[in-house]
């Protein structure tokens, strides 16, 4: 199916044109529609909107982070999301090593909550962008206008977050920036599956900013 955007400043026009257009080319089968939402979007929003005028189990409404992992199980199997909280105690450890470093910026005091919170973000982004060695970032660090003192000490900790990650997380735990990196590149054709077979019958649906997109 060929893709259509919409663009324009009011997301419920351009939902309601969505709407028509899904209802025009899709099936007739339970949840041959699927409207993927933002991660902090109510899907129960959606699905009245849609239940308004159309029939209702039509469509889904789905996050991409909840797609892409029914795609990634459908590929290599179960698998559980590396949760916040793990994430921030591993960040929490990684940063105590380095306050203990000798000639680390970060040396000294041991982290406060904000630093932890800052790094634990920032470690979650090198993740999504598929930044997953120390190595790897700091070659993307290279030749950055990042003074090289911080850019040094968040290697350092990003090094000692993945040895963590290793050393104390379940193989079978992943984290987002792993699940979408191992769909991305699957061997398997996903046009085959359940779940993607239901994706491809609806147009992509988002929203960004005060120019919307559908």
């Known amino acids: 199916m060929d893709s259509t955007l919409l ?28 409207y993927i939402t933002r991660n902090d979007a109510r899907r129960g929003h959606v699905e009245d909107a849609w239940a308004d005028t159309h029939r209702p189990l039509r469509l889904r409404a789905e996050t991409l982070d909840a797609v892409v992992r029914d795609w990634y199980e459908a590929v290599d199997g179960p698998i559980a999301r590396l949760s916040g909280q793990v ?31 800052a790094f634990s973000s920032r470690f979650s982004l090198f993740d999504d962008a598929g930044v997953s060695t120390a190595e790897e970032l700091a070659t993307e ?51 085959d599956s359940r779940q993607n077979s239901t994706l ?15």
């Open 7 to 34: 663009t324009g400043p009011k997301h419920s026009l351009l939902e309601e044109k969505a709407f028509q257009k899904a209802n025009t080319v899709a099936g007739d089968s339970l949840g041959s529609i699927l």
């Open 87 to 117: 994430n921030r105690r591993l960040t929490e450890f990684a940063l105590d090593r380095a306050t203990k470093s000798e000639g680390s910026i970060l040396a000294g005091e041991p982290a406060s909550a904000a630093l932890a919170d």
């Open 141 to 191: 660090f290279a030749g950055s206008a990042l003074d090289d003192r911080i850019s040094a000490a968040t290697v350092d900790a990003y090094r000692s977050y993945g040895e963590l990650h290793r050393d104390h997380v379940d193989e079978w735990t992943a984290t987002r920036g792993e699940i979408f990196q191992a769909v991305a590149t699957a061997d398997t054709d996903l046009s």
């Open 200 to 214: 491809s019958s609806s147009p992509g649906i988002t929203s960004s900013g005060p120019s919307n997109a559908l």
